[in-house]
């Protein structure tokens, strides 16, 4: 088609941190759209976007030469104002048409809700779409959001994530003539750095991938994915070892390379006597290698590189990636044996010197109330019958849980505190609980995160979490919006994980307000007031909502009729949303709860609760059989739900409170609750609000949202 | 567990060789070649060839290398790849050139690398100086995988906005150079034909380690802090106060010098381990208190109270 024309972008760029290539590709995509469908130049092909390090690029097969010329209908005064009793036009008609840049003759007559009013057409020329782009193009560089962007000839100048030094934009295979600084739009782009062809001169949008491909440049990520991948295996994969899975390593070396390439290289396999942990970090984190694992999932001694090139013919290339992991595991194993030279608790006092937080003091001092709060939780649990963690123990990795800190592997490979901690644990003789306890301390890291895998790392969990909880709302740390630098979210999450998967039997009011205690005898000037323990209630109990909606898949009007029903034993308070769950589709659960909140509705209603409730309800105040009937069944229901209750046999006192529900209907078909005798009208409420308390003690029906299940 | 010194058979350059080649380069490239600092610094941005020399609107090139001591990196002469002390090839361009990375990849060519058989990048890694009130972006460049120089578009020195833009190339030489030799240890590169690294450099990493981890008096380590930052805000001081002729001569270098000894300084108390996290923060923004006002009066004294000539 004629009026149409292909479309092609491309900002030429000096490397693009990976790490924000895909959004920014994702974004280049949405803006040009925007723009082209806002200019009414989309002739309704999609924009494809492209990326690699090195540029940033979008096709489109088909955009509007020229927009289609725009009519306008301009509303002037009304048809009385603007003719004369005898249709001549007034000066107010004349005056419109002027400034419409028309006659008073063009002018005509419209029907509006307002009546009659005189109308002009306008119709503004289509402008040119290479006009329109050239003015639009500049505004979409400056338009891609960024991280941090940086300057790079003057502050005045552009700001982009890295300096563009080339820019391609054709349409219709002519250029779109504009300037971003110094750089003058094109068709000339740029290919690999060292391969192909370094100057390209491009035609059209259709031969923009291949070209650049035939020089060593893969624009489009899927490719270079897919590349990758297969790569990785055919490497890799031989005699029972296999690249080990890792989807964000994969994601990084996708945005790192214009044209990726898997080499494989060696180790000294002495290396494999370090922890597999610290290995794979080395050439995960530092390297971005894949480590190769055998079936047993014990590493073997080799690694895969992805490379930015086609080959490696002389093995140069391979050797230069040993011989720098080489070095990095020697550095790795210097640590591991330096760090060792002494315990592990000899790096206690060493802790009085590390600030955890400012008003909070050292993490010695930190160390200090984790093990008093850990300690505490494990007696607690013991008690409730909870043996397999002993208190021993779960002082023990509280003590040392921190000492990793100070370590120079946990220095250098910040990411690995606690893991290296448990490992220097093990290797010095602890016992596995404590090791392990210390290893997984900082479990869970989200929402489908394992936790702890003993007990005793569980308490230690609780104890650390709760502690930065209390302690950073104490001093006003409390998290708002993005800002949460001590992660107070995921410890709240984790907190919570924990003792509904272990199904520990905690209080969580208690272990709050021991941690409050605690904290306040370890630092004087802090109080810790009944408000904060209120405000970590609630945002422990904001998290327990998210996590049972997003990863046990409950509703949230079943987890709010049971929270509220009492939030303090999470354990509990997940049977009782199970029991509400079960029995939410049988017939007579719903009805009930609208009838509940019903009930609440008219108790609000009745004014303070002092003016008409009465001790106990009186028998001789009833008039109707209905409000008999209720009374009754509701005695006979409440004895036998609370044996059920005590027994935690949610469902089945439920299902016994459901079987109310004619009674109930029955009640407000016969019975008028505001009785004009106000011992009758006292007696119907009282009964009202006992019917309420009784039977909400499992879950607040009037919570159920009727009709809207989620 | 001293590391063994071997005899190798050496290909690649001798370290000096390495040096003499990248001066050579930079130095046909219209770089002024400077000389080290002789005050002790952390790292080549402290040299006041690339502090000051950022600042302010005129051109400048200059190259140089810069021995810079980090007394926390020390590992007494044991590890193979640690230094207290390393060498810096540090050259500044202002402003960055447009063809700055082409440039830049032309130079590792100088060194016998040849391009197209090795796997070059450039990985994000922005660059920071706190006690510097300085920051820029730009990348790590990986030869096979080996940091060998931090490329950065320097944006803000001196907590002060630069304009127009510099670009600094940090190379690290001693990895380099055992990169080029195909050595795994530091101490067994090198440095001129006859003599290794370690010969030359392995009693000063012994000594050094030993003093900046267990010698250094804390005491008169923290009073010499003291001393040198009273003598800097002294100066600083001083210099609103000069009137128009006399602020040109006026010694804000010197100042600087000082505020260099407290970065150096605090490095020490660091290595030794006697301040905490808290106390660590207030110790840099001391010294970065400093060079923010050393940059402030530098550029007023340059080019508002007494400007020189251009080109003088």
């Not at chain 1, 520990?504 to 007031?529: E, F, H, V």
């Amino acid at each position: 088609m004629k009026g149409t024309g292909d479309f092609l972008f491309e900002i030429g760029c000096e490397e693009i941190p990976a790490g924000m290539l895909s959004a920014a590709i994702r974004e280049l995509q949405v803006i040009l759209e925007k723009f082209i469908s806002a200019s009414n130049l989309s002739a309704g092909a999609a924009v494809i976007s492209y990326g690699s390090p090195r540029r940033l690029a979008a096709t489109c097969s088909s955009v509007l030469l020229r927009q289609s010329d725009e009519v306008r209908e301009i509303t002037g005064p009304p048809k009385n104002v603007a003719y004369d009793n005898v249709g001549r036009p007034t000066r107010a008609a004349e005056s419109f048409a002027e400034k419409q840049g028309l006659n008073v003759g063009q002018l005509y007559i419209v029907q509006t809700p307002r009546g009659e009013y005189v109308a002009a057409k306008i119709v503004s020329k289509g402008r040119p779409a290479d006009k329109i782009l050239a003015e639009v193009l500049p505004k979409t560089i400056a338009e891609i959001p960024w991280p941090r962007s940086m300057y790079w000839v003057g502050i005045r100048s552009v700001h982009f994530i890295r300096p563009i030094r080339w820019i391609v934009a054709l349409l219709g295979g002519r250029v779109i003539p504009f300037r971003i600084d110094e750089v003058v739009s094109g068709r000339r782009t740029y290919g690999h750095r060292f391969l192909g062809k370094s100057r390209i001169d491009l035609r059209n949008s259709a031969e923009y991938v291949d070209k650049l491909r035939r020089n060593f440049v893969l624009v489009r990520p899927e490719e270079r994915r897919r590349r990758i991948e297969s790569e990785l295996q055919s490497a890799g994969s031989k005699g029972g070892i296999k690249p080990r899975q890792d989807a964000s390593l994969l994601d990084q070396v996708v945005y790192l390379n214009e044209f990726p390439k898997v080499l494989r290289g060696e180790f000294d396999p002495a290396f494999l006597q370090l922890p597999k942990e610290i290995l794979i970090t080395v050439m995960r984190d530092h390297q971005k290698y894949f480590a190769l694992e055998r079936r047993d999932g014990t590493l073997a001694p080799g690694f895969l590189a992805v490379i930015n090139l086609n080959k490696d013919a002389a093995g140069i290339i391979r050797a230069g990636h040993e011989r720098v992991l080489r070095a990095r595991f020697a550095d790795a194993r210097f640590f591991w044996d330096s760090d060792l030279k002494c315990r592990l608790a000899d790096y206690l006092p060493k802790l009085n010197g590390v600030t955890f937080q400012e008003k909070l003091g050292s993490y010695g001092l930190k160390v200090e109330r984790v093990r008093s709060l850990a300690r505490w939780i494990a007696e607690q649990l013991f008690a409730e019958g909870v043996h397999e963690a002993s208190v021993g123990g779960v002082d023990r990795s509280a003590e040392l849980a921190k000492c990793d800190l100070v370590t120079d592997m946990v220095r250098e490979f910040p990411e690995l505190q606690g893991v290296v901690g448990g490992l220097y644990a093990k290797a010095q003789g602890e016992p596995e609980e404590v090791s392990w306890a210390v290893y997984d301390q900082y479990l869970p890291a989200g929402l489908d995160d394992h936790i702890p895998r003993n007990l005793t790392g569980c308490v230690l969990a609780l104890a650390d979490k709760m502690d930065s909880l209390v302690g950073c709302f104490s001093v006003g740390l409390i998290p708002t919006g993005s800002s949460d630098p001590f992660a107070l979210r995921r410890s709240a999450l984790g907190i919570v994980k924990i003792i509904i998967e272990k199904r520990l039997p905690l209080s969580l009011s208690g272990a709050i307000s021991r941690a409050s205690s605690i904290l306040q005898a370890s630092q004087k000037g802090i109080t810790s007031d009944a408000r904060t323990e209120i405000l970590v209630t609630d945002f422990l109990l904001e998290r327990a909502r998210y996590a049972l909606r997003e990863r046990w898949g409950f509703a949230y009007d079943e987890i709010n009729a049971a929270l509220a029903a009492g939030p303090d034993d999470l354990v509990d308070a997940m049977q009782r949303i199970e029991a509400v769950r079960a029995i939410r589709k049988t017939k007579d659960f719903e009805p009930l709860a609208v009838s509940f909140k019903r009930i609440r509705k008219i108790l609000e209603k009745a004014g303070p609760v002092a003016e008409w409730r009465l001790p106990s309800v009186h028998v001789e105040f009833f008039s109707e059989p209905a409000e008999k009937d209720l009374y009754a069944a509701a005695a006979t229901v409440a004895k036998r739900a609370e044996e059920d209750k005590r027994a935690r046999r949610y469902k089945e006192a439920l299902e016994r409170i459901a079987g109310l529900r004619p009674k109930v209907d029955a009640f407000f078909d016969g019975v008028m609750v505001m009785a004009e005798n106000s011992d009758v009208r006292k007696n119907r409420l009282t009964l009202l609000s006992e019917l309420l308390g009784q039977f909400s003690t499992i879950a607040d029906f009037s919570e159920i949202v009727v009709g809207d299940h989620s | 567990m001293r590391s063994k010194v071997q005899p190798e058979v050496f290909h690649g350059l001798p370290f000096q060789d390495l040096v003499l080649n990248l001066e050579r380069f930079w130095s046909d490239r219209d770089c002024v070649l400077q000389q080290p600092y002789d005050v002790e610094v952390g790292a080549g941005t402290m040299h006041p060839e690339t502090f000051l020399r950022v600042l302010g609107p005129d051109p400048y090139r200059v190259a140089y290398v810069q021995p810079s001591r980090r007394p926390a990196d020390g590992r007494y002469g044991e590890n193979p790849n640690r230094l207290f002390k390393h060498h810096q090839m540090q050259v500044i361009l202002k402003p960055a050139p447009a063809d700055v990375q082409n440039v830049y990849l032309e130079s590792l060519t100088s060194l016998g690398i040849d391009l197209p058989t090795h796997d070059i990048r450039f990985e994000e890694d922005n660059w920071e100086s706190p006690t510097l009130g300085a920051w820029g972006v730009g990348w790590q460049v990986l030869l096979d995988g080996l940091e060998i120089t931090q490329f950065t578009y320097f944006q803000q020195c001196g907590g002060v906005d630069l304009d127009p833009v510099s670009v600094e190339l940090t190379y690290g030489l001693d990895r380099i150079a055992a990169y080029l030799q195909g050595v795994d240890n530091v101490y067994a590169v090198r440095w001129t034909k006859r003599l290794n690294y370690g010969a030359i450099r392995l009693a000063e990493e012994e000594q050094f380690s030993t003093y900046n981890f267990e010698r250094a008096d804390p005491q008169i380590t923290r009073k010499l802090f003291e001393l040198h930052e009273r003598e800097a805000i002294h100066l600083l001081d001083g210099y609103a106060k000069q009137s128009a002729a006399a602020k040109r001569r006026y010694p804000i270098m010197a100042a600087y010098d000082q505020c260099l000894k407290c970065s150096h300084l605090f490095n020490l108390l660091d290595s030794r381990g006697v301040i905490s996290t808290t106390e660590r923060a207030q110790l840099m923004a001391r010294v970065r208190q400093l060079a923010c006002r050393v940059a402030e009066d530098y550029l007023d004294q340059r080019y508002s109270a007494a400007p020189h000539e251009v080109g003088r």
